[in-house]
């Protein structure tokens, strides 16, 4: 049951993963399990050997492309007298922390799916990009432009939200 | 000496060659602007980081480790499938057990099918009878169910059990796979009212759609996770109460 045992480990990492490309926690889980699943139909295709990460990752991400695809593109408006209204009562230094939460959540959720891939993959799971344009399958060049470009509208995102 | 945004990047993300970083930090102590734009990308790469960071922490729901747990997913255990293969293709043949259509199959229950091939009469080869107008476990899935343990599964059981769990009754339930039927049945009394049942599938694709199916069921059935294995012992020598 090695395989199993190392997707159990891999689980915590994939889940970030997938929340910061989904946003929602539900959306999220219901990923990963989709995931989990293909990957338990497919293990043959896993060469013992390589990196069984990347190979999840790379799972994890085309479901997701193909999900956001097939649905069409799903608005998560974030709500903010909800939010507001869930913070009443907070000391001012939690209120804060949770309205920057909701902005990183919400600067991520406006990038483009192939800069927002990009960005995850680097800046939150810290995969280089030899790596991470492997597992996009696209070439190092375009990676590191998307990275670029993702990084630019996150500042503009962040900065107005400051 | 300027440097454009990529390379600035690949700086912050330590992605640059030992001479360009050299040469960003011998600019960055004279030119304040680019120390203040390297500042903010690193600033961003912290930022998002320690957002998500605490996912990391939390607790992973129980839909998703039950995938993974060794009762979980009996069905991939291709060792046990490749010894049982030529013995599965024999009593397949035999019984004429068609190929299933399984791509409607997860959320419908295809119990007419399987009492259809074994009938119920409670012979020594059928898996079910009927008691007050309920199918149970009978013969060698109601020994599997009740005395087989997912950490133990013995080799010449006709069944492998999967998850075992209350569910939202009350009751414990448990999922098995078989050769010709997997399903989940629930604890009633003395017996094992069938909840669920699928034709089962001896090759590795018909198992894999079938316990994938049953978790899913199961997974809407049962009040929390699935029990350890040593919940499971000692459910089993309580008599599954």
Known sequence: MAFEQDLLELLPRLRRFARSLTRDINDADDLCQMALERALNKRDQWQAGTRLDSWMYRITRNIWIDTVRAAGRREHVANDEDAMANVAGDDHRRMESRMELRDVDRAMDSLPMEQREAVSLVLVEGFAYKEAAALLDIPIGTLTSRLVRGREALQRELGEAA | ?241
Not at chain 2, 22 to 46: C, F, T, V, Y
Not at chain 2, 185 to 207: F, H, I, S
Request: with cysteine.
């Open chain 2, 1 to 241: 000496m300027t440097f454009d945004q990529q390379t600035i990047m690949a700086y912050v993300d330590g992605e640059c060659d030992a001479v360009t970083t050299k040469r960003i930090e011998k600019a960055m102590a004279s030119d304040a602007m680019l120390a203040e734009q390297i500042g903010r990308e690193r600033a961003l790469r912290e930022q998002l980081a320690s957002h998500y960071a605490p996912v990391i922490s939390e607790e992973i729901p129980g839909r998703l480790t039950a995938m993974l747990t060794s009762a979980a997913e009996p069905n991939v255990d291709h060792s046990f499938t490749a010894r049982k293969a030529d013995q599965i293709h024999a009593k397949r043949q035999g019984r004429g057990f068609g190929i299933v259509q399984w791509g409607a199959m997860a959320a419908t229950l295809a119990l007419g099918i399987v009492v259809g091939q074994y009938g119920l009469g409670g012979g020594s080869d059928s898996p079910f009878a009927q008691q007050g107008g309920a199918l149970i476990a009978s013969g060698t899935l109601e020994h599997a169910l009740d005395k087989q343990l997912a950490s133990a599964q013995p080799d010449d059981s006709d069944y492998r059990i999967g998850l075992t769990f209350r569910a939202k009754a009350g009751n414990i339930c448990r999922s098995f796979t078989g050769e010709a039927v997997s399903g989940i049945g629930c604890r009633e009394g003395e017996n094992w009212k069938m909840v669920n049942t699928l034709p089962g599938g001896a090759q590795g694709d018909y198992r894999q759609a079938s316990s994938s199916a049953l978790n899913a069921i199961a997974a809407e059935m049962m009040t929390d996770a699935p029990v350890d294995a040593d919940t499971e012992r000692t459910l089993r020598d309580s008599g599954w109460d």
